[in-house]
């Protein structure tokens, strides 16, 4: 009897001690979670450090282009008082927009390094023609011997026309060449635009005009162009492979390849009259074009794959103690953590290979690393071959799951889901000799 109870009290103690390393591993594997974050804090330092590569080599020769206009302004007199009550006229401005622009685009594309770190800038060269229909000033309720016909200017902007423009930009205004230089303080509200005076008067406001202009900008990363007109028609080619359409609308019409992308855009300006007075609508706000983008992904992807760093210490963790309780084989808990010190270093050897071969190749070469790395030390601690291969095709298939997730971002949910589900099933079927 004393016996019988002996033995019962060594099973009770045996599985009070399974137990205990179960819970104790557990919370290890909580313990290795909390370096990922740190690793994610230098990822984040990673990206800051290229945002500033980024902007030093913007800056020195030339920022993402805008591009807007032109638009005719006209000014006019209005009656006013002044502070003594006096009656006096104020100079104001009337803006008109074209009725339709049409505008190519040839980007060539450069690439500028600073260390690592790459910057995508261009050099362009830009046709934008088009006409003013008749002006219908008459809305503006002003009377016709109040407009001051002879100062009509068109303006044009260029967000970073600085750096951007090395020439003088001319504009074609019924067949003769007007120049655009710099607006004189407080010409107009619209900030930096150069102004090109035209010859204008009251009775060739009742007459339609053609102008055309062409130039050459240079400009970082982005080109984008405001629609400026009731209708804008833009084409934009370029030898780019990886283009990002942005703005308010996408391209109608586009052919994206390895040998460069042309696309085309139909807009139709529905909210912006066609001429106003005394206010300065923002038409940077309905435009659109493209970003010549590098496809570095390597830091949002090494960030997302961390996300599963606690799932694969866990689920290793779970091979690693099913095979001790099965066959008998026990592991220190020190074994454990060296093992999970190996799993989150990889995470550092992605992140540093990335900046160089880009994700999928550092992926390949972290994942061989380390998934080498374990499976030699699990067969040598255990002295078995058979069980150190076995741990290293759990990683595989882990760390294959974890790389197929992270590139179908869009069912990153369900296919996580669904991985989870069945670890827990194949879990549940090793785990059910054990006696706890």
């Known amino acids: 009897m004393e016996t019988r109870n002996t033995g019962m009290i060594a099973s009770l103690l045996d599985k009070g001690k399974l137990f205990l ?42 920022d993402e282009q805008t591009i807007t206009g032109p638009i005719l302004r006209i000014p006019y007199f209005e009656d006013a008082k002044d502070e003594k009550g006096n ?15 049409d505008v190519s685009a040839t980007i060539i594309p450069e690439k500028r390094h600073r260390g690592i770190y790459q910057v995508v800038v261009y050099r362009s060269s830009i046709s934008i023609s088009g006409k003013f229909n008749p002006l219908r000033w008459e809305n503006l309720k002003i009377p016709g011997e109040r407009i001051v016909w002879n100062e009509a200017a068109l303006l044009f902007h260029i967000t970073d026309n600085l750096k951007g423009v090395n020439d003088d930009i001319y504009v074609s205004w019924d067949g003769a060449d007007t120049i655009f230089n710099p607006q004189q303080a407080g010409e107009s509200a619209m ?6 005076a035209v010859s204008f008067s009251q009775n060739d406001a009742a007459k ?46 586009r052919q994206v390849s390895d040998s ?9 300006n529905r909210a912006v009259p066609m001429v106003w007075k005394d206010y300065v609508y923002d038409l940077s706000e309905a435009s659109f074009g493209a970003d010549l983008i590098i496809p570095v992904d390597g830091y949002d992807k090494t960030e997302r794959s961390i996300k599963y760093a606690l799932l694969c210490i866990i689920l290793t963790f779970a091979a690693f103690f099913l095979i001790e309780s099965i066959y ?21 050897l992605l992140l540093s290979i990335s900046e160089y071969l880009g994700f999928n190749t550092a992926y390949l070469i972290s994942g061989a690393a380390t998934i080498g790395l374990v499976t030699w030390f699990v067969g040598s601690i255990m002295k078995s071959p058979k069980l150190g291969v076995f741990i290293g095709f759990v990683l595989m298939v882990v760390y294959g799951y974890i790389f ?21 099933g194949i879990i549940m079927y090793f785990s059910r000799k054990l006696q706890w």
């Open 404 to 424: 197929s997730i992270i590139q179908l971002q869009d069912y990153a949910l369900l296919m996580g889901s669904i991985g989870l589900f069945v670890a827990l």
């Open 87 to 101: 009656a006096v006229l104020i100079k104001r401005n009337a803006f008109f927009l074209a009725n339709e622009t």
């Open 328 to 348: 008998k084989k026990p592991l220190h808990l020190i074994q454990y953590g060296l093992a999970g010190l190996a799993l989150v270093l990889f995470y550092t």
């Open 191 to 196: 900030k930096d635009a150069l102004s090109a």
């Open 21 to 62: 390393k179960a819970v104790i591993i557990f919370i290890m594997a909580l313990g290795l979670w909390i370096p990922t974050f740190f690793v994610k804090e230098v990822i984040h330092e990673r990206e800051g450090r290229q945002r500033e590569a980024i902007a030093d080599i913007s800056s020195k020769w030339a």
């Open 260 to 268: 460069g992308f042309t696309a085309q855009w139909k807009f139709l």
């Open 208 to 253: 339609p005009h053609a102008f055309r202009m062409q130039f050459a900008l240079n400009g970082s990363e982005k080109l984008l162009f405001s629609a400026s007109a009731r209708e804008s028609r833009i084409t934009m080619k370029s030898e780019w492979p990886d283009p990002s359409f942005t703005g308010i609308k996408l391209p109608d019409v």
